[in-house]
């Protein structure tokens, strides 16, 4: 029975995904003028370090680093990357708001199942919308080369406990199922995220189904 | 004497006028997201005329206290904002005090 739920769970991201990518292309932008440094540890599957400055609220330019260790069998692929995500739509409603980001960049990565670097392309897009007590997001995130082809598809379904305010400590309870395609993880990794942020700082965190750490840290500047 | 006296009334006035704190209170759509929302009081700070800034998300609101005898324009206002990625929908200029804004908008969160 959890074999067929999970095949259903993933044919689910793998629709909404095709959705997003035939709609779009990002990652989040902070603010005219911001600069956001995120850090993600995947749940021992990948992790991503990434630095962003936004020169307007339309696009950002910057770069990251990700790590790709698969739970398939013993391939680790280092992927370093400069990147430029550009806000495709954004729809500011009375009491929510959503957004329709894309991105797209190259950089080089090194793996211990081929030598030498190989040239890597990143393309990706994120789908979200939010009130102040509900939070829905999509993001797919592609990574081609001549030696491998990753994408990486998340959804996060979130419930705030109480609408924050400005100045308050903002609290959020959230769902993620996650999907890697190339080998990287069999079926849907789920987890349950506990999010709390205020003023400058966002941190994330939480244990997936087979129990391992997944966590974020965000700040933005 | 008595020229003096009388035309200094009115310049007083005038400069009293002149010199009170001015509150400009925006309405914003899209404000759900303390996190996301520091790129309005940034961006609001740097006008050399802000005394004070206020958001609240419960009430949609944005408020910019004027350092006295000063003012910004609203096509600044809401460059600024619309800058930082949101919509502005109505803008009041008031002479209701920062500290009494907060005041209404703690009020409202009880």
Same mark, same amino acid.
């Given at each position: 029975m959890m074999p067929k739920i999970t095949m259903r769970a993933g044919a689910l991201l793998t629709v909404l995904g095709t959705v997003v990518w035939t709609v779009s292309i990002a990652k989040p932008i902070a603010f005219a003028g911001g600069t956001t440094v995120m850090g993600e540890? +995947?749940? +021992?599957?990948m992790e991503e370090v990434q630095v962003f400055y936004a020169p307007s609220h339309h696009y950002s330019v910057g770069g990251g680093y990700l790590r790709l260790d698969s739970d398939v069998d013993e391939s680790v692929k280092n992927i370093a990357y400069a990147r430029g995500n550009y806000l495709v739509k954004r729809w500011n409603m009375s009491a929510a708001q959503a957004n329709v980001f894309v991105w797209g960049g190259a950089g080089g990565a090194s793996g211990n199942d081929f030598s030498g670097q190989a040239f890597t392309g990143n393309a990706g897009a994120q789908a979200d919308y939010e009130t102040r007590r509900i939070y829905a997001s999509l993001k797919s995130d592609f990574y081609d080369s001549s030696e491998f082809t990753h994408r990486i598809d998340t959804l996060q379904l979130g419930v705030a406990p109480y609408a924050h305010e400005y100045d308050q400590l903002a609290v959020w309870l959230v769902v993620q199922g996650r999907t890697y395609t190339g080998n990287l993880y069999g079926g849907t990794e789920w987890a349950a995220l506990l999010r709390i942020f205020k003023g400058s700082v966002w941190v994330e965190a939480g244990v997936t189904e087979d129990g391992n750490l997944q966590s974020m840290v965000m700040v933005n500047f | 004497m008595r020229p003096h006296i009388s035309l200094s009334i009115p310049i007083l006035l005038l400069f009293s006028v002149m010199s009170q704190a001015e509150t400009v209170e925006m309405t914003v759509h899209g404000l759900v997201c303390g996190f996301c929302a520091q790129g309005i009081e940034k961006r609001l700070r740097?006008?050399? &005329?802000? &005394?004070d800034v206020l958001v609240s998300l419960e009430q949609r609101l944005v408020a910019v206290g004027l350092r006295e005898g000063t003012t910004i324009s609203d096509a600044q206002l809401t460059d600024a904002l619309e800058g930082a990625g949101y919509a502005v929908k109505g803008i009041r200029h008031t002479d209701t005090s920062m500290a009494t804004l907060r005041e209404q908008v703690k009020a409202g969160r009880e």
């Open positions: 540890y +995947g749940a +021992g599957t | 740097k006008f050399p &005329a802000t &005394a």
